[in-house]
């Protein structure tokens, strides 16, 4: 057997731990999943120095996922854009991670627990109190929306939800409560500001559109699950179609079922696909229940995932669920589009809901009942219903040409429109029309010239269009047509409708939007003819169209050309060549000839545009030339020879700045040509242009030849102004030097003295020699030359050589002081008299540099020279230090007592004037280095000189720590002579303390501690000086350097010094490893606690210690030795200290280590000591504790009972419990009132009577259920029994209980029970679970009283349950009736029907079968009973015919072979006149040989295959049957066969009849020739007389003739004569009539020949008889024609030359 396929498809998308994520961070806190698109994950740092990081996934492309860190504790993706929110702490921020930026970012008041993307722009937020909306689309801060109802105070929010509007919102927690998981909701609808608190675990909203609504409600559904029920709920919220007449939704609640197992599982999560109207429901154990929105009918259910599936969306593009589980996968389940509906109708025998889903979701399977249901209600003339069943049909399968065809063959009934417009009209409220449609609605719309009708459905997308409705509606409206042609892409039409309505402009982009090719040539030369300018446009549009030109440039151009239309011409162009491509250098060219010919200022003003490039330049400048436009010439002639034929002749009308710019376009040799030729001609006039363009072209054409140029002309004028223009940009030298020249030759001499102060460019030596050459009336100009550039001696010699003293004077003076001193050196060389250089020194006094001057004098050995100056500065006060050196060094050398200038004067530079001692007295080195403390030069000083003892005091007295180092550093090689002078001469003679510290300092950080030791002897040990002596510092020092360096002394100096830091200085022994030092510190200054702490911790030598302890007797040093001993496990000697110490400090330890070591006994000594010190609830718990741990239960309860006793007695019971103590603990338990745990204990020690009352006083549902399963495992069922019926008043404990006895086999103890639970119950009255769990118990152990039972509690039941306990044991008649009284009639019927033989009773069954919801269920009925009973499927028919389909009903009982058997159901329902009950009931006659009640049968109903039947009645042997077949034949239209039939039955006049029913010449002259054949004169007779309309007179007189019966015929003919008579009298009453009243129409009358007129009216109406034999053609034989030509081919070959012919002439 084929195994069913599934109506779901399960896949697993992604599996996230592949992708590297890690596991811990696949959980509800970290991975969110706002939408299908994106997953979020945040990844928790593994280290304490890591990162925390964000993963997001596109679940489109999972390979591609990004990481970033983080510092968020909180991340959720927007649903559809690459937007990331963050939150951290109550900091919000949104950013955009395409854009790279942050959008939004705000602080909240309160923590925000809970935050999810409602929509696609709003972020819905929740805190502890409120609910805030934050979003994307504005600047505005989070928005309260609501408060929080109390309900949700407790709960965990895992959910937040909205409609579509945003108008209603519902907040979802969970919460433990009464050991389960309880499930709060909070409803709030925004326009009314009202909330509403709602039991339930998950929710969501969807819509749906009712039948008959225009819009669609919202709907909120959800789920909850309570102890006692399991939900699933659908509400509508909002209507859509608020019109009076609008359809209600209905309220649906339905049973969730949740198998045994999955006892503590309840909804997750719910999704509402619109795509198909189904909810999906996801449980926390996996399992998923697909529901139907509309109904609530439960599709499917199964599980898809062992794990948790914590998080879920809608997956848009399948209208399926998506889902994380706890391992990373991420799961899609989504509807099988194949599947479901012939799952729907087969597996779940749900039909009704199978054309439901299959119409609301387009879905295929139920094509065939869709067939059946629309020609069912077709045949029953239900129209309406049939059309709806059309529209709703999926994919169309109904909306057909033939249904169309239907609906047209239907008359219009009186009052009533059109069925047809009917059915188009249910078409219309469902949506779109097809094109067939579409067209077919047109048809009569057009034919009423409602147009608007039409346009409105177009405008609403009513209607698919087609080109030939487009082509239908054209004739009416051709706007419509074209919206038409435009929807159907009709391309070519709907350029035409553009064309014929003037729309050209809309032409282009229409093609080009469609991509369309059109011929656009033909329509451009149309559009020319009679709209130039509209023409104009849509050449534009054409070669301007996007993607390029749709027309050739060229044939437009030459069609405007063609008719002068020179501004159309130019226009397009201008707009077609904007883009100025190298291929339309010919379009280009072409429309500047065009308009230099006819407009030459449309031509400049193009070419001032400078639009194009490539275009005949060469043409366009000769063409500009001859219309005057030498600009633009000059703009496009290259060649040199043009170019000056231009300006030669139009040159006047250039504009200069115009020539300026030209030049740029040349080569520097033709300007330089041009400019030649310009200042030959006439250098005044075009001097100055000549020098613009110079100035403007400098750089281009080279100064060195543009000053070549104007030299060449001997133009210093041009040069000057040339030059001058360019200097202040140029760098040239030349170019400086040449203005420089030019200026002096021009007598400029303001500007040369300028060039020369500001220029930086010129050759100084060049320009120096040319201005001493020059000679110039005033030599500034040299003066700023050789100052600026260092050639001051040179100018000073110049000067003084050509006597110009003065310059020198106010050079010095006046210009530049700071060179005093290289004029002085310069007039020394010279000879220059020293009176006139003291003088000139004096002169500038103040502002001469004095280190320059000195150099000059010094190096000349002239420094008296200076000494009137230098004093002269000291007598104004200067205090220069290079004025005061320099007199330094005059008194040195004049040694005028230089050690007494040296230590007075204190402005000189001490290195300076030390460095000059050095080599002449190092002594006054010495001094002067101090003076000024140079430290460095006066350590090399005293080092080279051997100066030791003046270094050492100069060291002790400066006390600098860098100076220190530098000496005692182990490069020094004099470091041993200057220590022995520091520690001989310096110290001893130091009286200040200071000195000596910095000295020690020095010392120690120079790492000697050798040299310190010895040092500091000296001072302290040997030392007169008792300061020193007794100096605490130096006595810490002493000792610590001799830890460091000379360990062996430390002792002997710990018992010689007694000022020392002990505390400090044994904490350093004890770390530099000296334990024995420190020790003999602690001990010599008594601090007894310390010292037993070096001998516990250091020395490790706990005897000394305890020795130690026992000597000095102190209660700290018992307390350090009892600690040290706990924490080594000696317990019990701790123990011991601590009592001798009388320390409860440390009892937490004490407690510990008792309790590890099992020390009960010492324990219980220490803790008695610690309560007398201590209360501490701790302490006395633990004294319980230990009495219980060594049986001492008196002191025990003597002690819980004392007044103040803090003990946690509950706590110590709970060890002793623990422990097996039970003893201790039953009498803890009872002081503590603890009951629960008392019973517990009591039951440990089978005191179970005891128990039993403890229970009582607990009120403990765990307490009664331990003691009832203490008291079953020990046979104690009479208290087992008491137990229990405390247990039972409990619904949630009662499964438990149940499951407990029944595993021990107590069955009817546990029935015994349940009955008494609900005998005696009455406060509360006995709950629903135990009557159900009774009913359980009967099934399974007593079967015998369960149907009893459940007649008479069938009301107090939880039903289903019960119904699965039946079933499970296989109870049909207990089953039957509990579906029955449950109203599930479909399974009760399904039960009665499986299990027969047990539970099925004729009158019950019928009874529940009409109650049914599946139909399919009433054919199962019928088969079964005509398998098993097929003498009453009648009485059970009978009911069932307004529900049954008939012909499924009669195909079955004809599979079964078993028509028969139903005969009285069908007679009873022929009344339908349905084609299936007509033919089977026929079919029943017929067998039956009942010819009557088939004729009867026949006539009342139609609607059978009437030809199918009559076949098959042909051949019977009846001959009533053989002419009923020859009726149906008649009825049917086949005459001829009917005929046929009934004369070869010899019934003549059945053929008669039937014949003349016919009205057919070729069924009734057969019938004729057969009678006269076979001798039937009367049948012929007959015939003639009842089928005289239909017989041809010429056939009936020629049989009658042949066959020599004429007198049989003569009746016949006597009527035939006298018919024709009358219709040719009154021809002619008529005819004479018109001939009176108009003589034109009698002329006409006459028209048939010259004939006479009467004569021919009158032989045309009289009957003529002519004979001719059967075979022969009358035209071959004379015969008697008659007046007008005879009877040709007979009475019934009409009359061509009599009646005919007259016929003709008349009319």
Request: proline share 4%; net charge negative; hydrophobic share 40%.
């Amino acid at each position: 057997m084929a195994t069913q396929q599934l109506p779901i498809k399960f896949q697993e998308l992604l599996q996230l731990t592949s992708l590297g994520i890690n596991p811990a961070a696949i959980g509800f806190a970290t991975l969110t999943m706002e939408s299908d698109k994106y997953i979020c994950v945040r990844e928790q740092a593994t280290t304490p120095d890591g990162k925390s990081q964000i993963a997001v996934i596109d679940t489109a492309n999972p390979a591609a996922f990004s990481r970033r860190p983080i510092t968020a504790d909180s991340a959720i993706m927007n649903p559809v854009q690459n937007i990331l929110a963050l939150k951290a702490g109550n900091n919000l921020q949104i950013f955009s991670i395409d854009r790279k930026e942050r959008i939004k970012a705000c602080v909240m008041t309160d923590a925000v627990i809970f935050w999810k993307w409602i929509s696609n722009d709003l972020i819905g937020l929740v805190t502890g109190t409120s609910v805030y909306h934050w979003s994307l689309t504005d600047a505005n801060d989070p928005q309260k929306v609501f408060d929080r109802h109390n309900s949700l105070a407790d709960c965990q929010v895992i959910n937040y939800r909205s409609d579509k509007t945003g108008k209603w919102l519902c907040l979802v927690g969970i919460a433990q409560r009464d050991g389960r998981i309880a499930g709060a909701m909070q409803l709030y609808s925004v326009e009314r500001k009202v909330s509403q608190a709602i039991e339930g675990h998950a929710s969501t909203f969807g819509e749906f559109t009712p039948s008959g609504a225009s819009a669609p409600s919202t709907l909120f559904t959800f789920a909850k699950r309570t102890a006692t029920e399991s939900k699933l709920y659908i509400i509508e919220v909002a209507k859509g179609d608020n019109s009076p007449t609008a359809p209600v939704f209905q309220k649906k609640a339905v049973d969730v079922y949740f198998p045994p197992e999955a006892a503590a599982d309840f909804p997750v999560a719910m999704q509402v696909s619109d795509k198909y109207g189904i909810i999906y429901l996801v449980t926390k154990f996996g399992y998923i229940h697909l529901f139907d929105l509309e109904s609530g009918t439960l599709i499917y259910r199964n599980r898809i995932s062992s794990e948790t599936i914590f998080v879920t969306a809608l997956h848009q593009q399948t209208g399926g669920i998506v889902g994380v589980d706890r391992k990373g996968r991420l799961l899609l389940v989504t509807v099988d589009d194949d599947v479901i509906v012939p799952y729907i109708s087969t597996t779940l025998n749900n039909y009704e809901l199978a054309i439901r889903l299959a119409s609301r979701a387009n879905l295929r399977g139920a094509e065939d009942l869709f067939t059946n249901q629309f020609t069912r209600l077709f045949q029953m003339g239900q129209y309406k219903e049939a059309a709806q069943v059309a529209a709703d049909s999926p994919q169309g399968i109904l909306r057909t040409q033939k249904t169309i065809h239907l609906f047209q063959e239907l008359p219009t009934q009186p009052g009533q429109g059109s069925p047809l417009m009917q059915y188009f009209g249910v078409l219309l409220e469902k949506g779109k029309l097809n094109p067939l449609e579409s067209l077919e609605l047109a048809r009569p719309v057009l034919q009423q010239r409602r147009a608007d009708l039409l346009e409105k459905w177009l405008t609403e997308d009513k209607l698919g269009c087609s080109e030939e409705l487009g082509d239908l509606v054209k004739a009416l409206d051709q706007k419509l047509a074209l919206s038409v042609y435009f929807r159907a892409g009709v391309h070519p039409k709907v350029i035409m409708c553009f064309a014929e309505t003037g729309q050209y402009d809309k032409i282009v982009p229409y093609c080009q939007k469609v991509g369309y090719k059109a011929d656009w040539t033909t329509l451009l030369n149309r559009l020319i003819q009679f709209n130039p300018e509209a023409a104009a446009t849509f050449a534009a549009n054409l070669v301007n169209a996007e993607g390029g030109p749709l027309i050739n440039l060229n044939n437009v151009v030459e069609a405007f050309m063609s008719r002068g239309m020179i501004q159309q011409t130019t226009s397009l162009l201008l707009d077609a060549l904007k883009n100025n491509r190298p291929e339309e250098a010919t379009l280009q060219t072409k429309l500047l000839e065009l308009n230099l010919q006819n407009a030459p200022q449309v031509a400049d003003a193009i070419l001032a545009n400078e639009m194009f490039t490539h275009y005949d330049r060469i043409r366009i400048a000769q063409l500009c030339e001859k219309a005057g436009l030498s600009q633009r010439a000059l703009e496009h002639y290259t060649d040199i020879n043009d170019i000056k034929r231009v300006m030669s002749t139009g040159s006047a009308n250039i504009n200069p700045e115009f020539l300026i710019t030209y030049f740029a376009r040349l080569s520097a040799d033709d300007t330089l040509e041009i400019l030649k030729s310009l200042l030959r001609m006439n250098i005044r006039q075009n001097l100055q242009v000549v020098v613009n363009i110079c100035t403007r072209y400098s750089e281009q054409l080279g100064a060195e030849k543009i000053v070549e140029m104007f030299e060449t002309f001997k133009s210093a004028e041009g040069l000057f102004y040339y030059l001058g223009s360019i200097i202040n940009t140029s760098e040239d030298p030349v170019v400086h030097s040449k203005y420089i020249e030019a200026a002096a030759t021009c007598g400029n001499t303001k500007e040369v003295e300028r060039i020369c102060r500001e220029s930086n460019f010129y050759d100084p030596v060049k320009i120096r020699d040319f201005l001493k050459n020059a000679k110039l009336a005033d030599q500034l100009s040299l003066i700023i030359v050789c100052d600026r550039f260092d050639f001051v001696d040179d100018l000073t010699r110049h000067l003084y050589k050509n006597n110009m003293s003065r310059y020198i004077e106010a050079y010095v003076q006046k210009i530049n002081p700071n060179n005093t001193p290289i004029v002085v050196g310069a007039l020394i060389d010279v000879g220059c008299n020293e009176d006139y250089i003291k003088n000139l020194i004096m002169s500038v006094r103040g502002l001469c540099p004095v280190d320059p001057l000195v150099e000059q004098v010094e190096k000349r050995n002239k420094m008296k020279l200076i000494q009137p100056w230098l004093e002269a500065r000291v007598n104004e006060g200067a205090q220069e230090p290079e004025i005061h050196n320099a007199l330094a060094k005059i008194v040195i050398d004049s040694n005028r007592d230089p050690m007494a200038f040296l230590k007075e004067n204190q402005y000189y530079n001490p290195k300076v004037v030390g460095k000059y001692c050095e080599k002449r007295d190092p002594m006054l080195a010495f001094t002067a280095y101090k003076r000024g403390g140079c430290d460095d030069e006066l350590i090399e000083v005293t080092n080279k000189n051997s100066l030791f003892k003046q270094q050492a005091r100069y060291l002790v007295e400066r006390q600098d720590p860098e100076l220190w180092a530098k000496v005692l550093t182990e490069e020094n090689e004099f470091k041993r002579q200057v220590i022995d002078q520091v520690v001989g001469t310096a110290l001893p003679e130091v009286k200040n303390p200071d000195e000596v510290s910095s000295t020690v300092k020095a010392f120690m950080s120079a790492n000697m501690p050798n040299e310190l030791i010895e040092l500091l002897e000296k001072i302290v040990l040997d030392s007169k000086n008792s300061e020193f002596r007794e100096n605490k510092n130096l006595q810490n020092l002493l000792i610590l350097t001799a830890v460091k360096a000379d360990q062996p002394k430390v002792k002997e100096y710990i018992n010689r010094l007694d000022k020392y830091d002990a505390p400090d200085i044994a904490s350093i022994c004890v770390d530099a490893g000296l334990y024995e030092e420190a020790f003999l510190i602690f001990q010599k200054f008594k601090l007894h606690t310390k010292a037993v702490e070096v001998l516990i911790t250091y020395i490790e030598d706990l005897d000394r210690a305890m020795e130690f302890a026992e000597r000095v007797g102190e209660i700290e040093v018992f307390s350090k030795l009892a600690k040290s001993q706990l924490d080594r496990g000696m317990v019990k000697e701790s123990i011991n200290a601590f009592l001798k110490a009388n320390d409860p400090e440390f009892y937490n330890e004490v407690i510990y280590a008792a309790n590890q070591s099992g020390n009960f006994e010492e324990l219980t000594k220490y803790l008695e000591m610690c309560v007398r010190k201590l209360k501490e609830p701790k302490i006395e718990s633990e004294l319980v504790y230990a009495y219980a741990k060594i049986h001492k239960l008196a002191e025990l309860e003597e002690f819980i009972h004392s007044p103040g006793c803090c003990a946690n007695t509950l706590e110590v019971g709970d060890r002793c419990y623990d422990d097996g103590l039970y003893d201790a603990a039953k009498v803890l338990y009872n002081h503590a009132g603890n009951y629960g745990k008392l019973a517990s204990a009591l039951v440990r020690l089978g005191e179970y009577s005891a128990a039993i009352d403890a229970a009582s006083k607990a009120k403990s549902s765990r307490t009664w259920k331990e003691v009832n399963l203490a008291c079953l495992d020990a046979h104690e069922f009479k208290l087992a029994k008491t137990a229990g019926l405390h247990i039972i008043k409990q619904p949630d404990e009662l499964e438990e209980l149940i499951r407990a006895y029944e595993i021990r086999g107590h069955f009817n103890d546990l029935i015994e029970l349940l009955e008494t639970g609900i005998n005696t119950f009455t406060d509360p009255p006995p709950h629903v679970g135990l009557y159900t769990e009774l009913a359980g118990a009967y099934s399974k152990y007593k079967e015998e009283k369960l149907m009893d039972f459940l007649r008479a509690q069938h009301n107090r039941l939880s039903i289903p349950k019960v119904i699965n306990y039946v079933q499970a044991n296989g109870q049909a008649p207990e089953l039957v009736f509990l579906y029955i009284h449950y109203d599930e009639f479909d399974n009760a019927a399904q039960t009665m029907m499986k299990h027969s033989a047990a539970a099925w009773e004729h009158p019950l069954f019928k009874d529940v079968l009409p109650k049914v919801s599946n139909t399919d269920i009433c054919y199962k009925a019928v088969q079964f009973y005509l398998s098993e009973h097929p003498l009453l499927v009648n009485d059970l028919l009978l009911p069932l015919a307004n529900r049954v389909d008939h012909p499924r009903v009669i195909a079955l009982a004809r599979k079964m072979q078993l028509l028969p058997l139903i005969k009285d159901y069908m007679l009873a329902v022929q009344d339908r006149n349905v084609n299936a009950i007509n033919e089977a009931l026929n079919e029943l006659y017929v067998e039956e040989e009942d010819f009557d009640g088939l004729r009867s049968s026949i006539d009342a109903f139609d609607k059978f295959d009437q030809i199918k039947l009559a076949q098959e009645l042909e051949k019977h042997d009846l001959l009533e049957f053989r002419r009923v077949s020859a009726y149906l034949y008649r009825r049917n239209g086949r005459y001829g066969q009917s005929v046929e039939l009934s004369k070869k039955d010899r019934l003549y006049k059945d053929a008669i009849e039937t014949a003349a029913e016919s009205k057919k010449n070729d069924v009734v002259e057969p019938l004729l020739e057969f009678f006269v054949k076979e001798g039937h004169k009367e049948s012929f007779a007959a015939a003639l007389y009842t089928c005289y309309d239909t017989i041809r007179p010429d056939v009936a007189l020629e049989l009658a003739w042949r066959y020599k019966i004429i007198d049989m015929a003569f009746p016949y003919l006597i009527q035939t004569v006298r018919e024709y008579t009358s219709k040719v009298d009154s021809i002619v009453k008529e005819g004479e009539r018109k001939k009176v009243s108009d003589e034109k129409k009698a002329e006409q009358s006459a028209f048939a020949g010259p004939v006479q007129s009467d004569m021919n009216i009158y032989t045309s109406g009289t009957p003529q008889i002519a004979y001719y034999p059967t075979g022969v053609d009358p035209s071959q034989m004379g015969g008697y024609g008659g007046m007008g030509g005879g009877f040709q081919g007979g009475m019934g070959g009409g009359f061509q030359g009599g009646m005919g012919g007259g016929f003709q002439g008349q009319y």
